[in-house]
């Protein structure tokens, strides 16, 4: 080693103090997926600070990378390289947000690298190099009025808390009719008031709008409130960003990829409809916008509310093991607010007045509640599930979803059978043929496959009200923001139901009538009770109260619990009953669950070389139903890994060291190992 700031002949000479720079290099390796040294230059001192992006020689190439820390010295004993340069002086990443990235990726078996990349966006020249002034000192905000969170048990103690910066841990259900971009918005103020930040993390570009518009009136400053999503551009995305980064903004208001923005100090982190496939990141190693805002909670101290008209059974999970409160109306509030909701065939009164209500599409009650909106000059909403083939089983007879005997795991029908196989269902899970399957609901042996959506609704319905506005949203058509308030017939998809103009929290149709039930209760999945009741409430929450008749039908068999629970309106009754079902059979979040998928020989490599705990139990694998693409040749398997929740972090630990072992042997065909996965079927 040379003395202190001298370098040999035709070298750099190092810096004066802490010459060692701490680098996370931009290589998605797992076997590389730690930090490394190198040396610091004197004429990068006074720009090599922690958080910045750099540029190195990594294996004779250069590559970016972020300065994560300096020292005075290094653990490696052979030669260093030297920083190449720094990209920019200005930091992209606190330390906050290192230890943060590092804790998601350990927690989902994935690299550091892969979590910074969702974490930080992509650098543009033009935009960092913009001057932009020092943030005004914040003007006075208001008090937000308590009297809205006070119609909520424990609502007003949540308000109180984030006013001051304690870390409150809540899951909320708002009201039917419930303005919640309000409700947020005012738990969003009381943080600013506070002298924090606030993030709020909603599904979709609608929900961003909602959100930013009640954000900006409640703290009148709209300078203070920026969004960050993917349809704002490279450019004013970054803008958006640096505004976060440098402290203009206080309040954040984005999507999944937000919930890594660097909002300082943070007070409030929210996510809104946890359950949307919106929030799970499609991209490796595949994080929950929930799990990363929970994660940033427990380390920052920041309060957290998870926030739905319905209730996963991971927030459930979070009630029940005592680490949030539930923050719910009470009953007599929930009536005066709620619509009437009725499922078709519930009564023997309206069999009888009509015996076929099971079997039509559009059964008289659904005319009737459509009838009586529209003469009362309001709006009816009539959500369908999209149109398409689903390629899971059902029971011929009552469309129960068919289900391993063996794992519970979702029936189909195999890609590849033997010629005595050919007509016997196969699990998804496990891989076992049952040739002797029998509905455990109702003893048919009958099957069918499971068809979601219908394409001529709307058709159908102008028809029947000839005369009437048809509007269309979603599944093909133009997803609508909002549609006039009055008399007309708003066909939408689960998901892309418009707001009545004139009616701030959405409750202004007269009317809904959820088609289909049996279609959204029949596909081969995990969450489809889950993910019913979510998409029903969504559309029931969008309907006048009982009092000036609003009313629901919902075309279901009124015995099930899923249709029940939207009847009772008890989405946390639901969602109890779903997680103690789920940790009866072995399912996420009761158990820890991991899916890995690639070519059948990299699935059994990387199965042998993991060392599983030995509470882990291994299902299938079996073949996935893909077509072979560009990027892959040949059949692909999906083995499913599942052990206690304790032995959780013992199972992302060795499936990140086998995907280590297998990239350092450079394994040609790549593995993906997805935990918790959302859709298991």
């Known amino acids: 080693m ?22 996370a290099v931009d290589v998605p390796l797992a076997h590389l997926d730690r930090p490394f040294d190198y040396l610091v230059p004197d004429r990068l001192d006074e720009d090599a600070r922690p958080g910045v992006r750099v540029r190195v020689r990594f294996s004779g190439r250069l590559v970016d990378g972020v300065l994560l820390s300096r020292q005075a010295s290094s653990e490696h004993q052979g030669r260093l390289g030297w920083l190449e340069r720094v990209i920019s002086a200005e930091p992209v990443i606190s330390e906050e947000l290192v230890a943060l990235c590092r804790t998601v990726a350990d927690r989902y078996a994935g690299t550091f690298a892969d979590v910074l990349r969702l974490a930080v966006p992509p650098r543009h020249a033009k935009v960092a190099a913009e001057p932009m002034p020092e943030p005004e000192p914040l ?19 949540l308000l109180a808390a984030v006013g001051s910066a304690r870390g409150a841990r809540a899951v909320w259900q708002p009201l039917p009719g419930e303005a919640w971009p309000d409700r947020l918005a005012e738990l969003a103020a009381a943080a600013v008031a506070a002298g924090r930040g606030a993030l709020l993390v ?45 402290g203009h903004a206080r309040v954040v208001v984005g999507n999944r990829s937000a919930a890594f923005a660097p909002v300082a100090d943070p007070g409030l982190l929210v996510v809104w409809d946890d359950g949307d496939d919106l929030h799970a990141e499609p991209r490796a190693p595949y994080p929950h916008t929930r799990d990363v805002l929970v994660y940033r909670a427990y380390a920052s101290g920041a309060a957290v509310v998870v926030a739905g008209h319905a209730r996963t059974a991971e927030a459930q999970l979070l009630v029940e093991t005592g680490w949030a409160t539930e923050v719910i109306a009470e009953r007599a509030a929930l009536r005066e607010h709620a619509p ?29 509640a459509a009838r009586e909106a529209l003469g009362r000059d309001e709006p009816v909403l009539i959500q369908v599930p999209r149109a398409g083939y689903i390629p899971g089983l059902a029971c011929g007879q009552c469309r129960e979803p068919a289900r391993c005997r063996h794992c519970a795991g979702p029936l189909g029908l195999p890609t590849r059978q033997s010629p005595d196989q050919a007509a016997s269902p196969g699990c998804r899970w496990c891989g076992r043929i049952d040739p002797a399957y029998r509905c455990q609901a109702c003893g048919s042996r009958r099957l069918r496959a499971t068809v979601v959506g219908a394409r001529r609704t709307a058709e159908e319905l102008g028809r029947a009200f000839t005369g009437v506005p048809v509007h269309g949203s979603g599944g093909g058509a133009e997803v609508l923001d909002t549609v006039p308030a009055g008399a007309s017939l708003v066909v939408s998809t689960p998901g892309a139901e418009p707001w009545v103009e004139g009616y701030g929290g959405g409750a202004g149709y007269g009317a809904a009538l959820l088609l289909d039930g049996w279609a959204l209760l029949a596909r081969p999945d995990l969450r489809v009770t889950e993910e019913t009741l979510r998409r029903w409430m969504a559309a029931a929450g969008l309907v006048r109260s009982w009092r000036e008749g609003g009313r629901v039908v919902v075309a279901a068999d009124p015995a099930l619990p899923v249709v029940q629970a939207l009847v009772r309106w008890d989405p946390a009754g639901h969602a109890a009953a779903e997680l103690a079902g789920r940790a009866e059979v072995g399912f996420p979040p009761a158990v820890r669950m991991a899916a890995v998928d690639g070519a059948p020989e990299a699935v059994a490599e990387l199965l042998d070389l993991a060392e599983l705990p030995g509470s882990a139990e291994v299902l299938g694998p079996v073949e996935l139903d893909e077509p072979p693409g560009a990027d892959r040749e040949g059949p692909r398997e999906r083995a499913l890994v599942r052990v206690p929740r304790a032995d959780g972090r013992a199972l992302s630990a060795a499936l990140v060291a086998a995907q280590a072992a297998r990239t350092m042997r450079k394994a040609a065909s790549p593995v993906r190992v997805q935990l918790d996965p959302q859709h298991v079927g």
């Open 202 to 246: 909603v599904p979709d570009q609608r929900d961003v709008a909602r959100m930013v518009a009640a954000c900006e009136r409640h703290l009148g400053d709209e300078d203070r409130v920026v969004a960050l999503t993917a349809d704002l551009g490279p450019a004013k995305r970054y803008r958006s960003w640096l505004a976060v980064r440098r």
């Open 340 to 368: 009437r909701v009725g499922a078709v065939g519930e009564s023997e009164r309206e069999l009888a007045r009509d015996p076929s209500a099971h079997a039509a599409r559009l059964p008289a009650v659904a005319f009737e």
């Open 139 to 157: 003007a006075e905000i208001p008090a937000p009025d308590p009297a809205g969170w006070g119609r909520y048990r424990d609502g007003a103690a």
């Open 2 to 23: 040379t003395k202190a700031g001298v370098g040999r002949r035709g070298e750099p000479r190092r810096a004066a103090e802490d010459a060692v720079a701490r680098v």
